[in-house]
């Protein structure tokens, strides 16, 4: 049972380059996140997903895309990176049943990403 | 008012110490709890819930006032291993969609010195 599984782990890309962080998970989770973290701030939530074929946007989704074709796998999509995209990603997921959201995230180990 | 606000520390304490948290949130009708920890440079980690009656976990105790939409954690008998930063992490709703949602403080800083 790996739990949630991120790659890369580190990334330098140049400004306008695209790329693909991916995350899976074997928990069988039906909810799926993607967090940035920027230095000394908390967790901002780009997207997440309550199932499989099921996406939405967070707090700040611009120049980001994702898609959810199977339970295990959340793949987030930069599109033309730009230096303000220069963060830690995480990708986290949750049970939830229609009864109890008694249960919290499970991360990945996070991609640290610079734009230069 | 942030929906969950927490002291950011820095809090310096010695081996042995007790160390207490404190944590607000903004929504009423939250309905989880949870306190996690992140070492540097490394994912956040559930450290424990926070049930309405308080709970604790060996050196750990969390504590929760509804009325007053109030969260803390308290260590006991430091060591230097609980240095880390301490989320205070809250469930706006109880059941799923958005409110699925976990909202997350920028965290309180702990370090425990020899």
């Known amino acids: 049972n790996a739990g949630v599984t991120q790659t890369p782990k580190f990334r330098i890309l140049k400004i306008g380059q695209s790329m693909t962080l991916q995350c899976t998970q074997d928990?069988?989770?039906?909810?799926m996140y993607w967090y940035r973290q920027d230095p000394g701030m908390g967790l901002k939530l780009i997207y997440y997903?309550?199932?499989?074929?099921?996406?939405d946007k967070g707090e700040v989704p611009n120049g980001y895309n994702v898609s959810r074709s199977t339970t295990e796998d959340f793949p987030l999509r930069l599109e033309l990176a730009a230096p303000s995209q220069t963060s830690v990603y995480f990708c986290?997921?949750?049970?939830?049943?229609?009864?109890?959201?008694?249960?919290?995230?499970?991360f990945g180990s996070g991609t640290r990403l610079t734009v230069v | 008012r942030k929906e969950v606000e927490q002291d950011p520390g820095p809090f310096n304490v010695p081996e042995g110490a007790t160390v207490a948290f404190n944590c607000t949130y903004s929504?009423?009708?939250?309905?989880?709890f949870f306190w996690y920890r992140q070492d540097c440079r490394k994912e956040p980690k559930l450290l424990m819930s926070v049930y309405s009656s308080g709970n604790e976990d060996g050196r750990f105790t969390a504590q929760l006032n509804r009325a007053s939409q109030y969260i803390s954690l308290l260590i006991r008998d430091s060591k230097l291993s609980d240095s880390a930063t301490y989320l205070c992490v809250v469930n706006p709703m109880n059941y799923g969609g958005s409110q699925g949602n976990l909202i997350f403080g920028k965290g309180t800083k702990l370090s425990v010195k020899p």
């Open positions: 929504n009423s009708a939250s309905q989880s």
């Open positions: 986290a997921s949750r049970f939830i049943t229609g009864t109890s959201t008694n249960y919290g995230y499970t």
């Open positions: 997903s309550v199932g499989a074929g099921i996406t």
């Open positions: 928990m069988n989770h039906n909810y």
